[in-house]
T-cell receptor
């Protein structure tokens, strides 16, 4: 069964460093998302991406974040200058559509980001 | 601000019993509702989606939606210890295509 994949599974970085989290969405899906979940807290939406541009973003997704689809399969989240409070699980998700039928989002296994 | 509320639990049920998980949502124009299961340290896994009032059954799982009461529930029949996880409720609609998640209810199924 097709699935969303993410790399790395765990990333440790120093405060102020840049990190890139990678995702490969399900191949026939057109909508891509990044979420984060701080330990013990809710899943929080960061950004959605369609047709090579951001379609929605949350207040969390400020100038230190960016997303890119550098090729036909990868979808990346870059955090430019990491802060301690960026430590969280980051989930990539994808969906075939965003409304109506087939709008369910399927999540990847996540990347645990630890900022020291 | 859209809110999805869930009792954090834990809800403890014996093996073989019916587990009933509940969720309320604040945005009356929400149209799509989802239940995800999340094991500790893992990602959310979609179990059910429901869009119309009433019941929707899939195997041991039944989702129930009551839009008038802004209430969604998930019933798990013949609960198994492997069902022990956190169950996330999410709603979507009202001009946004992004689901709003609740904090989740922790379910413990004991042998």
């Amino acid at each position: 069964e097709p699935e969303v994949t993410q790399t790395p599974s765990h990333q440790v970085t120093q405060m102020g460093q840049e990190v890139i989290l990678r995702c490969v969405p399900i191949s026939n899906h057109l909508y891509f998302y990044w979420y984060r979940q701080i330990l013990g807290q809710k899943v929080e939406f960061l950004v959605s991406f369609y047709n090579n541009e951001i379609s929605e973003k949350s207040e969390i997704f400020d100038d230190q974040f960016s997303v890119e689809r550098p090729d036909g399969s990868n979808f990346t989240l870059k955090i430019r200058s990491t802060k301690l409070e960026d430590s969280a699980m980051y989930f990539c998700a994808s969906s075939e559509s965003r409304a109506g039928d087939y709008n369910e989002q399927f999540f990847g296994p996540g990347t645990r980001l630890t900022v020291l | 601000q859209k809110e999805v509320e869930q009792n954090s639990g834990p809800l403890s049920v014996p093996e073989g019993a019916i587990a009933s998980l509940n969720c309320t949502y604040s945005d009356r124009v929400s149209q799509s509702f989802f239940w995800y299961r999340q094991y500790s340290g893992k990602s959310p896994e979609l179990i059910m989606s429901i869009y119309s009032n009433g019941d929707k059954e899939d195997g041991r799982f039944t989702a129930q939606l009551n839009k008038a009461s802004q209430y969604v529930s998930l019933l798990i029949r013949d609960s198994q210890p492997s069902d022990s996880a956190t169950y996330l409720c999410a709603s979507k609609g009202g001009g946004s295509y992004i689901p709003t998640f609740g904090r989740g209810t922790s379910l413990i199924v004991h042998p």
